[in-house]
């Protein structure tokens, strides 16, 4: 079983930054890889950024690119979203989620479907 907390989101202004936390299960950050993803209201839960344990690689959509960095700890059971330059169209819940054996192929990250745990969502609202 796999364990996720997210914490650190708040009500910012735009322009802003934003460090968001997820405490996982060892288990999380030895297989496959994790996801950040987002979900505002009326609209469905969609893919911010992914990092693949094997190579290191991180994965993010346009909208975030070179203003969110998605890191992780392992001394803490930790993986990160920075999130910087923030805009009202960042506001949602954002999720993280695990990814473990058998893992998912490349292609397959984006989506929600291929995550097999999930944490309950934390806030961030965006205002202009």
């Known amino acids: 079983q796999v364990q996720l907390v997210e914490s650190g989101g708040r009500l910012v202004q735009a322009g802003g930054s934003l460090r968001l936390s997820c405490a996982a299960s060892?288990?999380?950050?030895?297989?496959?890889?994790m996801g950040w993803f987002r979900q505002a209201p009326g609209k469905e839960r969609e893919f911010v950024a992914a990092i693949r344990w094997r190579g290191g690689m991180a994965y993010y959509v346009d909208s975030v690119k070179g203003r969110f960095t998605m890191s992780r700890d392992n001394a803490k059971n930790t993986v990160y979203l920075q999130m910087d330059s923030l805009k009202p169209e960042d506001t949602a819940v954002y999720f993280c989620a695990a990814d473990t054996m058998p893992c998912s192929i490349l292609s397959e990250i984006r989506r929600v479907t291929p995550y097999d745990y999930w944490g309950q969502g934390t806030q961030v609202t965006v205002s202009s």
């Open positions: 060892a288990r999380a950050l030895r297989e496959c890889g």
